[in-house]
């Protein structure tokens, strides 16, 4: 079903790049959304997606790869799996994200970090932090779509399947274009 098709392809085939007016996890408004869910329904292309970072980080020793809730939990198990080693997952708590269910690593243990879409970076600075709390070494950032208006630096390298460049506005106004034209809001996903 997959093919060689690039990232772009596959979102666009199910229809996951929408037009319109919404919110983002970040609190920002964008004229278009990434909507990952509607690709991760598909496992030939989450295993696709997922292969394009496997092959981008094979030979960085990593030992485990983490992902935060909700969509990092599938690409995680998946790049785990196609790597041989394990998957853990980060959930929210408080201002930030924590391993509970007892996941853990060694001290120094290389781990890779997986998300889906990126735009601010303040997941993934989340997840770094998670993972130095418990003595994890991040070794890398992979990611299905990066929609950042910059290049977001976390400190460690970062891979994308695919960069769209896309805007982002804060709400209002006298800021968004979607607001001043009285496109109604609509808020997709979760942050959980």
């Known amino acids: ?7 772009e392809e596959i979102f666009r085939r199910v ?23 509607q690709v991760l329904q598909y496992p030939p292309y989450t295993e696709l997606l997922c292969h394009f970072i496997v092959d981008h980080f094979r030979d960085k020793g990593v030992q485990v790869v983490a992902g935060p809730t909700v969509g990092g939990v599938i690409l995680a198990y998946e790049v785990a799996r196609q790597m041989g080693v394990r998957a853990i997952f980060a959930e929210r708590e408080g201002e930030g994200r ?37 003595g994890g070494k991040t070794v890398g950032i992979g990611i299905l779509v990066d929609r950042s208006p910059d290049r977001v630096d976390v400190g460690v390298p970062l891979f994308s399947c695919h960069r769209a460049v896309v805007p982002t506005f804060k709400a209002g106004a006298e800021t968004c274009p979607q607001c001043r034209a009285g496109i109604p809001l609509t808020k997709r996903g979760s942050s959980a």
């Open 1 to 7: 079903m997959a093919g060689r098709l690039s990232a």
């Open 15 to 37: 229809g996951a790049v929408l037009e319109g007016h919404f919110l983002l996890t970040s609190g920002l408004h964008s004229p278009q959304y990434w909507e990952k869910a």
């Open 98 to 134: 924590a391993f509970r269910r007892g996941f853990t690593v060694t001290p120094g243990e290389r781990v890779l970090i997986v998300d889906d879409i990126l735009t601010t970076g303040g997941s993934l600075r989340q997840m770094v932090d998670a993972v130095a709390a418990i």
